[in-house]
């Protein structure tokens, strides 16, 4: 079946620290990946996606890339801000199960200035 | 564009009472999909429609939940009666539901509605 792990936190860093949260899935089809970001008392943002293996997605200085050889999409910005601060789920697409998504349990960043 | 709107944003109840949750998806999405976060956890699907049918309500505790999708454009999702088991922001979300590989679809949230059940 399909299914996401993901990293667990809370992580904490210092401002303009390196930061790397990790996402390996499960698929039985062709998936689309994801990263979701949700600050307090707000809904769900995509912050970036890609769509086949060996794409990048990236936003707002957020990269990720789909590694279908180790079923990994993880998360990475090179120097983070305390605007950072938010969970961010990692998310799967199936498109041959009707657009059904999975959701990684979400880690939680909080950047320290 | 406008994004999903979604109705009452807070909303407080006493145990086994009801309540009625609205959604309006984007313009001319297809998926529509209700999701129930706990605090501290990830989205929960509880039901997922295509136009104004059921794909999947495998997680719907039908018992006191219900959703249904008129005309395939706005939703309702219903709790009745409520448990104090179900506080927790529910989150309504759209996609355009194609098999369009290169569009990768994509599913757009709304800012939620929070259910405090006392």
């Known amino acids: 079946g399909n299914s996401v792990t993901q990293m667990e936190g809370p992580v904490t860093l210092s401002e303009e620290a390196f930061l790397t949260i990790n996402c390996t899935y499960t698929?039985?089809?062709?998936?689309?990946l994801f990263w979701y970001v949700q600050y307090p008392g707000e809904g769900l943002q995509l912050l970036l996606k890609a769509t086949k293996a060996d794409d990048k997605g990236s936003n707002k200085g957020f990269e990720a890339t789909y590694r279908k050889e180790t079923t990994s999409f993880h998360l990475e910005k090179g120097s983070v801000q305390v605007s950072d601060s938010a969970v961010y789920f990692c998310?799967?697409?199936?498109?041959?199960?009707?657009?059904?998504?999975?959701f990684g349990t979400g880690t939680s960043l909080t950047v320290i200035p | 564009e406008a994004g999903v709107a979604q109705s009452p944003r807070y909303k407080i109840i006493e145990k086994r009472q009801s309540v009625a949750f609205w959604c309006n998806p984007i313009?001319?999405?297809?998926?529509l999909y209700w999701y129930q976060q706990i605090l501290g956890q990830g989205p929960k699907l509880l039901i997922q429609f295509q136009n104004n049918g059921v794909v999947d309500d495998s997680q719907l505790p039908k018992d006191r939940f219900s959703a249904e999708r008129l005309k395939g454009v706005d939703s309702t999702l219903k709790i009745q009666p409520a448990k104090l088991e179900d506080s927790a922001v529910y989150l309504c979300?759209?996609?355009?539901?194609?098999?369009?590989?290169?569009?990768?679809?994509?599913?757009?949230f709304g800012e939620g509605s929070w259910l405090t059940v006392v």
């Open positions: 698929a039985t089809g062709y998936p689309s």
């Open positions: 998310a799967l697409s199936d498109r041959m199960e009707r657009n059904q998504f999975y």
């Open positions: 979300a759209s996609s355009l539901g194609s098999r369009n590989v290169k569009a990768g679809n994509t599913i757009y």
């Open positions: 313009s001319g999405h297809a998926t």
